[in-house]
């Protein structure tokens, strides 16, 4: 069955550096990837979305890469603030639904 | 401004005693979701409504149900609440239907944390 598997250890970083989250997938090849984030007691709220034929795509300090070959999708938070704290959740369509991996949860201390 | 709303935002109940949750949204979205969310574990899709045609995950237990009497609203009535059922309801909706080329972000409401005793 598709599966959707992101680091469950916490991310612990400083304030000003650049954080990376990875999202991988197998038994499937989907066309797209969504990434979200959630604060805790709150829904996650959507970021970005990267399609198959797009290598890089870039939103402020975000950017998320996607790569078929490695079945991967990485998230990276560039000039990392502490209001960035948050757990990001990556999902894919697997038959047009959303399936969502368990989220990776980042801590930028000042 | 538009938005998903769910009441309550809080609630506790009893084992076997039923529960309604309650999603709007001002969106006009044709999809509305719920999903169940754990501790620590990704958001779980239950069921979802393309207008009013209700697709029921496979594995989504009968205890659970939904109603969309109309394109805003949308109910999650858990029949008889185990101990397991304790986690948060996340409503959610779409424009469109995604596909499994299309895609659509879904927008969530603040949940709804469920306990039950």
Redesign the interface.
Known sequence: SQK?EQN?EALNIQEGKTATLTCNYTNYS???L?WYRQDP??????LL?I?ENEKEKRKERLKVTFDTTLKQSLFHVTASQPADSATY?CAF???????????TELSVKP | DAM?IQNPRYQVTQFGKPVTLSCSQTLNHNVMYWYQQKS??????LF?YYDKDFNNEADTPDNFQSRRPNTSFCFLDIRSPGLGDTA?Y???TSRE???????Y???????T?LTVT
């Open positions: 959707i469950s989907p066309a797209y969504q007691g709150r829904g996650p709220v959507f979305l399609r959740l369509p697997p038959g047009g639904k959303l399936i969502f991996g368990q989220g | 998903v620590s574990q990704a958001p779980k899709l979802h948060m996340l409503c959610a239907k995604g596909g499994p080329s299309e895609s972000e879904q927008y969530f409401g603040p949940g944390r």
